[in-house]
């Protein structure tokens, strides 16, 4: 691997939404990212591949600041239109030699911008002049205000200062201390990045203790040293809006020497070159830590899902225990038989005459053992229901409370979020049950064929002993009270002295086992499928999980690929030499 593909292996990892969910400071790691990928895009990808294009300066600042005059002026043509009115530059601007046009008419460079030629460009696209007594290997951008009124402005003044080899940062006499434009000169020292400051507008009298506060103001940021330019507040010479030659003079024998000079743009080039890779170092590893947050909540947002099914997991399993299900229905189809308590108080001494009567109960007709059967059915599928119902509410309602769920519940739309709150209303919950039981009666025919029970099982029928041992499952009667404790008492007592005269003691445990185990894990895998509404709404956005380790492991690699630039003077903090006439 070389520098070039240890960047594009770091592009490639900052493709990925990297931040779905409203989880810290969202906002401003989007925008980092954002910032990222522009710079790798529109400047440090395409001048790896070309070291030697024309060198890129954009003419930047803040709103009024004068920048397009000063672009005219300094080219000795009318390329970009100065006004009254604000935003002026709505369409960046780029004036370049007939050599270099070509290079600028490409993509290789701001990729992101569609190229225009004509006399004005629609917000969106880069407009390209050609001007013929423009220097080849140097190209002037006059860029949108840093401080504007309008996003979409802001945005991309940032965005092509990050992809300029030079900044050419205009102020004026009246608003040099601002703190936007500092905010964009400390970035550029971070980065070191090659920059000239141009104080425009200055009144003759202001020259002198103007330009040297804002010479201190740039020790004061570490930025001493900087190339300082002053352009006095003059009439324009046209209508469009250009200075006199005498009064960019100095700039323009600066801007002229360095286009004359492979080796001071060499210089331009490698410092902002080495400064954006060097800056990666941080702001990489920053990203991934922003990236590793974003995991963790998506993993909180998980757990909240996990722990409300697996409480309406813990809602089924009480209401097996509590008797609960004894009651309704169900009693009602067992209250004709059993009556109040003197069925069971002759339970122990007359279990023989209680299996004969059990028996005429489930063979004598049909219809009893149907309602029996419909009303455990009907039951069941309630305690299911409810132990959905209640997991999605508490799953929905715990992502409305926690740290990016509300973002990632409006990513699903209103109707969505709030069909989450149910269980699924295509669930067949009879079905559910069916199947159980069906299993339960597999069971009960295994068992009846051992010759010992063959018999006993006749007696009631498959499906009688079959509804015995699913009344047996929900053998605990806690929570009830009363006359209905007695009453749902007997229901499971009866069924497990009646089982255990059929099946034998370890037989109906084991049989009761098998059946609470498999309704509970046909539930289990219901609750599942309906928790994965939820998951599967992570899933769309998930970061993967090794993608922090992976963005510094890239990072890494470009640090240590760095050396490969050209020249020794890559670490350096080399400044353009100004040129005559320069004020500091």
Known sequence: MDLLEALRSLRRLLSADLFPLAIGEVEADRRALRELRGQLDDYLLPRLLAIDAPLLAVVGGSTGAGKSTLVNSLVGADVSEPGVLRPTTLAPTLAVSAADTPWFMSL???????????????????????????????????????????????????????????????????????????????SA????????????????????????????????????????????????????????????????EWLSGLAAS??????????????????????????????????????????????????????????????????????????????????????????????????????????PQVRLRVALESGVASLIRGAADGAAERALDGWTAAPGGMDLLNKAGAVAAARLGRASSGIDYDDVVRGWQNYVLDLVRAEGEEKRTTARVASFGINGAGLLLMLAVFASTGG???????????????????????????????????????????????????????????????????????LVKAAEAVRDHKAELPSGETGERNRPEPGAGEEA
């Not at 002037?140 to 300029?164: F, G, H, W, Y």
């Not at 103001?217 to 010479?237: H, M, R, S, Y």
């Open 480 to 550: 009830l009270t009363g006359v209905e404790i007695g009453i749902a008492g007997g229901t499971s007592v009866l069924s497990q002295k009646v089982l255990e005269a059929i099946f034998g003691d370890q037989a109906v445990r084991t049989l009761t086992a098998k059946a609470r185990e498999d309704l509970r894990a046909r539930v289990q895998k219901l609750l599942d499928a309906e928790a994965a509404r939820f998951t599967a709404l992570l899933e769309e956005v998930a970061v993967p999980e090794d993608m922090a380790a992976e």
């Open 189 to 252: 020292r971070e980065r070191s990045t090659a920059l000239a400051i141009i104080l425009d507008r200055v009144p003759p009298d202001a020259v002198e203790p103007v330009s040297a506060d804002l010479a201190r103001l740039l020790e004061v940021n570490g930025l001493a040293g900087t190339p300082l330019f002053t352009v006095q507040e003059a009439v324009l010479l046209s209508e469009k809006g250009r200075l006199h030659p005498d009064a960019v003079r100095p700039i323009t």
């Open 262 to 367: 492979s080796a001071a743009r060499a210089r331009v080039v490698r410092q902002t070159l080495a400064g954006a890779l060097d800056s990666l170092t941080n702001r990489v590893p920053a990203l991934a830590s922003a990236v590793a947050q974003q995991r963790k909540g998506a993993e909180r947002l998980a757990e909240i899902v996990s722990a409300a099914y697996s409480g309406g997991m813990a809602d089924f399993d009480e209401g097996m225990r509590d008797g609960s299900l004894l009651r309704g229905e169900v009693m009602a189809r067992w209250q004709d038989f059993i009556g109040t308590g003197d069925l069971m108080r002759s339970l122990e001494s007359r279990i023989g005459w209680l299996r004969d009567r059990l028996s005429a109960f489930f063979t004598g007709g049909q219809a």
């Open 108 to 186: 290789e460079v701001l990729p992101g911008l569609p190229r225009v030629t004509g006399s004005s460009g629609d917000p969106g696209t880069l407009r390209v002049v050609t001007v013929p007594s423009l220097p080849q290997g140097l190209a002037l951008l006059d860029a949108p205000d840093i401080d504007s009124v309008v996003t979409a402005n802001r945005e991309l003044a940032s965005q092509l200062l990050a992809a300029a080899d030079l900044w050419l940062f205009v102020t004026t006499a009246a608003r040099y201390a601002d703190e936007v434009p500092w905010s964009f000169l400390r």
